[in-house]
């Protein structure tokens, strides 16, 4: 036992002295109340931040904007983000800096729920099977119900949480998809609002209090994370109609963000800040999810997502429940290591790149090597590979839970795993944009 002990330790030190010490110990990270901050709460929870030196505080913050300050201001030192605010920080959309990220934090883990009154109007223009809703449910199904609102003379209002989240760019996804305007941003002309010839309106509205806007009748219906659709079904207001992995399958969702300089001036705390992230996101899908229950359990706690442990595990646990009563085996809903789920794939960048010029959020077409150029100056594989490396040399895991580092070129292979079956390759992200009949190509507003 000394024998193996004194070799493991060894092996750590020499591992540690590779990677160097961390050149900042003490952190403060930033959170959104979701259950896709897991892997925050893992790695402090299991103390895998204290094994590579580093001493975390995890702090919740308002909402996504309060957070995205707070790490260009160097209050955070990085945070929990949307997968589009590096980006669009990084071209300028909003408040600009350039923000990187050398992780993704999941994949899935959003759902789209529309109030009772909406979802008893939709129902039957729902495909059913001996009464029982086949899914996916499209934005089709939607479209009669929004021209009665505007018949009416009434608005049909959604929420979202931000207008660079992946909830924002997957509503508008899939209403188009049914043949739905969500309408376009013209920052060009001062006209942030994204409502130009919409046939839905969205707006921003903080993820915890979607459930009470929508009770309120201000939203019909609305797009977030976990747990506040599950919250919907809880407090019976709403009924979840559709899950993102419906929308795209194995989609990117969240990502650890960071000021570039942050990275630059502290390389080994960017590494060792990764390596605790990535056991933290195998722990939570090893032995098929088995850990989940007791994560549900971390996150019920108020420090971190403060929701019922039940609401919580509804999603977490590998179910999902659309109608009341409606349970269904949703294994890949929340992904956090699983399919490479962590490695910060170019071809992901540029997909949220494409969806933010389809809304005109980038006001003029760009060239194929713009989009690539500008995933790379966010997306930061080569922190992501220093930290596998050192795991590996950690004996902690294995090159199998990695991608082969000699082969990879950042990009997927072409996906069609979408609603409306069209194929992605972000190789190509201008022939992807003429592909849909909703949203900006070569045109400017």
Same mark, same amino acid.
């Given at each position: %036992?000394? +024998? ?57 913050? +308002? ?39 050398? =992780? ?55 929420? %979202? ?15 188009? +998809?049914?043949? =739905? ?29 979607m459930p009470a806007t929508l009770e309120a009748g ?13 919250? +919907? ?52 899908? &090893? ?18 997502v403060g929701a019922d442990y039940n609401v919580i595990?509804?999603? %977490? ?38 969806? %933010? ?39 902690l895991m294995t090159a199998a839970d990695f991608p082969?580092?000699?082969? &990879? ?25 003429? =592909?849909?009949?909703?949203? =900006? ?5």
């Amino acid at each position: %036992m000394t +024998a193996l002990w004194t070799l493991t330790v060894s092996l750590q030190a020499n591992a540690d002295e590779a990677l160097g010490w961390p050149e900042k110990d003490e952190l403060t990270i930033g959170f959104i109340k979701l259950t896709d901050m897991a892997p925050l709460a893992i790695a402090y929870e299991k103390r895998f931040f204290e094994d590579e030196g580093l001493y975390v505080t995890l702090q919740p913050q +308002a909402n996504w904007k309060v957070l995205l300050d707070g790490v260009i201001g160097g209050q955070l030192d990085a945070a929990h983000m949307l997968a589009g605010q590096p980006l669009a920080a990084t071209i300028g959309y909003g408040t600009e800096a350039h923000i990187v990220t050398p =992780l993704s934090m999941d994949l899935n883990g959003n759902a789209i729920t529309v109030s009772n009154e909406v979802w008893a109007q939709m129902k039957p223009q729902v495909r059913q099977d001996n009464g029982k809703v086949v899914r996916p449910v499209g934005a089709d199904a939607l479209k009669p119900v929004v021209e009665n609102y505007r018949n009416a003379g009434q608005n049909f209002n959604m929420g %979202m949480v931000f207008p660079v989240s992946t909830h924002n760019y997957e509503l508008r996804y899939w209403l188009a +998809a049914g043949g =739905l305007h969500p309408g376009y941003y013209a920052p060009h002309k001062g006209d942030v609002s994204g409502t130009l010839q919409a046939d839905v309106l969205l707006s921003v509205t903080p993820p915890p209090q979607m459930p009470a806007t929508l009770e309120a009748g201000t939203i019909m219906g609305y797009s977030v994370g976990e747990p506040w659709n599950q919250q +919907a079904i809880v407090r019976d207001i709403g009924v979840p109609v559709i899950t993102d992995y419906e929308i795209w399958k194995n989609n990117p969702e969240k990502v650890l963000g960071l000021t570039q300089a942050f990275t630059e001036e502290n390389p080994n705390t960017t590494v060792r800040l990764v390596k605790a992230m990535l056991r933290a996101g195998k722990w939570l899908d &090893e032995n098929n999810n088995a850990n989940r229950e007791e994560a549900a359990r971390i996150l019920s706690r108020s420090e971190y997502v403060g929701a019922d442990y039940n609401v919580i595990a509804n999603s %977490m646990t590998g179910t999902f429940e659309y109608e009341k009563g409606e349970v269904l085996q949703v294994p890949d809903f929340n992904v956090f290591f699983r399919h490479h789920a962590t490695y910060p794939f170019y071809s992901d960048a540029i997909w949220y790149l494409t969806q %933010m010029r389809r809304w005109g959020q980038i006001s003029e077409p760009r060239s194929d090597e713009w989009y690539l150029e500008t995933a790379a100056s966010v997306y930061k594989p080569e922190i992501y590979q220093r930290a596998a490396e050192a795991l590996i040399a950690d004996g902690l895991m294995t090159a199998a839970d990695f991608p082969d580092f000699e082969s &990879e070129s950042g990009f997927k292979e072409a996906q069609d795993d979408f609603i409306d079956g069209v194929k992605y390759n972000g190789r190509f992200p201008n022939a992807y944009l003429e =592909l849909f009949e909703i949203g =900006l190509k070569e045109d400017v507003l």
